[in-house]
């Protein structure tokens, strides 16, 4: 295939750059502790500093896989396929949601809602940057919210945030993995005070899987 055809194929989203895609437990957030297939694609450009997968930043550096592949592989190993990245919401997402639930499968998005929602979700989880923020549509679709915390001032942005989303999205405080120590004790209390908010622990760097 030529470099113009995939280019093609990526903007209708039958490919996408696929960065790596593996069967873990989805250790975040309201369906932490699940089995999940987790498929990872390329390209961001929101710029969080402490982001813990600066390499899927460059989508050139991932190349274009077809979509109908991706899920194929995803439905032989998982009903629920998680898409995340990078932010998917970067690329083309209805043939990609469409396959999976052609096929029996449920749809999760991790997204900072930073550009337009395409595809269709059974759980969308927002967690939005200062950097770039969400769109109106992505507020509305929001199931979880889920705001990390790397300072103090996190938690005004977190109320912020919490006034723009639907009565019925889930609200969570994740600490920035590398600050945590400091920052728990801050948000424990904080919870307690505010107990509309949970607190989401990445549980599986404490499990050392993927
Ligand atoms: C790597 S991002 C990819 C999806 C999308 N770009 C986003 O930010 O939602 C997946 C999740 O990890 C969170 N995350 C990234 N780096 C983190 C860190 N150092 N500590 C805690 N959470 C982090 C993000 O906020 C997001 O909820
Ligand atoms: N196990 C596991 N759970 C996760 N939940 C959200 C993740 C992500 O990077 O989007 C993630 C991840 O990278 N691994
Ligand atoms: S939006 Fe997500 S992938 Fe992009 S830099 Fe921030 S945490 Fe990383
Ligand atoms: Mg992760």
């Given at each position: 295939?030529?470099?113009?055809?995939?280019?093609?194929?990526?903007?209708t989203g039958?490919?996408?750059p696929?960065?790596?895609?593996?069967?873990t437990?989805?250790?975040?957030?309201?369906?932490?502790?699940?089995?999940a297939?987790?498929?990872?694609i390329g390209g961001?450009d929101?710029g969080c500093?402490?982001?813990?997968?600066?390499e899927?930043?460059d989508?050139?550096?991932?190349p274009?896989s077809?979509t109908?592949?991706i899920?194929?592989?995803?439905?032989d190993?998982s009903k629920t396929?998680?898409?995340?990245?990078g932010?998917?919401?970067m690329?083309?997402?209805n043939?990609?949601?469409e396959a999976?639930k052609?096929g029996?499968?449920?749809?999760?998005?991790?997204?900072?809602?930073?550009?337009?929602?395409?595809?269709?979700?059974?759980w969308f989880c927002?967690?939005?940057?200062?950097?770039k923020?969400?769109?109106?549509e992505?507020y509305k679709?929001?199931?979880e919210?889920?705001v990390?915390?790397y300072?103090k001032?996190?938690?005004?942005?977190?109320?912020e945030?919490a006034?723009?989303v639907?009565?019925d999205?889930?609200?969570y405080l994740q600490?920035?993995?590398s600050v945590?120590d400091?920052?728990?004790?801050?948000?424990?209390?904080?919870?307690?005070?505010?107990?509309k908010?949970?607190?989401?622990?990445?549980?599986?760097k404490?499990?050392?899987?993927?």
């Amino acid at each position: 295939m030529t470099k113009k055809e995939q280019e093609k194929l990526v903007s209708t989203g039958e490919m996408l750059p696929l960065m790596e895609e593996f069967y873990t437990i989805q250790g975040e957030g309201f369906y932490k502790g699940i089995a999940a297939y987790f498929i990872r694609i390329g390209g961001c450009d929101v710029g969080c500093h402490w982001c813990d997968v600066k390499e899927s930043w460059d989508a050139e550096k991932h190349p274009p896989s077809l979509t109908s592949s991706i899920v194929k592989k995803a439905l032989d190993n998982s009903k629920t396929v998680v898409v995340t990245g990078g932010e998917p919401l970067m690329w083309n997402m209805n043939p990609i949601t469409e396959a999976i639930k052609q096929g029996g499968g449920n749809t999760h998005i991790e997204t900072s809602g930073a550009y337009e929602v395409t595809g269709v979700w059974d759980w969308f989880c927002l967690s939005p940057k200062k950097n770039k923020l969400p769109t109106l549509e992505a507020y509305k679709r929001a199931n979880e919210l889920k705001v990390i915390v790397y300072n103090k001032h996190d938690f005004k942005f977190a109320e912020e945030q919490a006034a723009q989303v639907g009565e019925d999205c889930i609200l969570y405080l994740q600490p920035e993995w590398s600050v945590r120590d400091k920052m728990i004790p801050l948000m424990v209390d904080y919870v307690m005070q505010n107990p509309k908010w949970k607190i989401s622990l990445q549980t599986h760097k404490y499990l050392n899987i993927p």
